[in-house]
């Protein structure tokens, strides 16, 4: 395994997972609510909207956060290897696990296990054999 250390960066990698740790910890405290984004988000498209408010808050974040990173001189850069077919068929297949699931792969990892659920505990370790089976099958079984 080759580790690409001008690109490994442990530091902003621990401070991004407390941030995360703590926002998640503050809306159970302060909002009873549980920070999956699928769950945020699906509140926003449904009636009645008596929470818009945090949503749009915790969403705003979501999307600011690169932005705010970007402006401090540490630019977020990632790149897509795929097609926009590729990627609506992707992001469709997301959306209907997170239905199946119960919940998405912030609300069950994050959330789900630091609070003992073994429902997220299943559900975490079936995100991630999938995608360790599709990164298998893609870049070793198939070629990529």
Known sequence: MLIDLNHFTPGLSLTG??????A????????GRIAGISGIFGGLLSWPRNDLGWRL???????GAPVVANLLGKPAHSEIQAGWGEILIAGFLVGLGTRYAAGC???HGVCG??????????ATATFMAAGFLTVLVKRHLIGG
């Open 57 to 63: 808050a915790f969403l705003a974040g979501l999307i």
């Open 17 to 22: 997972g407390l941030l995360i740790g703590l």
């Open 113 to 122: 296990l630091s609070r003992g659920s073994i429902r997220s505990l299943v």
């Open 105 to 107: 792969t912030s609300g």
């Open 24 to 31: 998640a910890a503050v809306l159970v405290l302060f909002n």
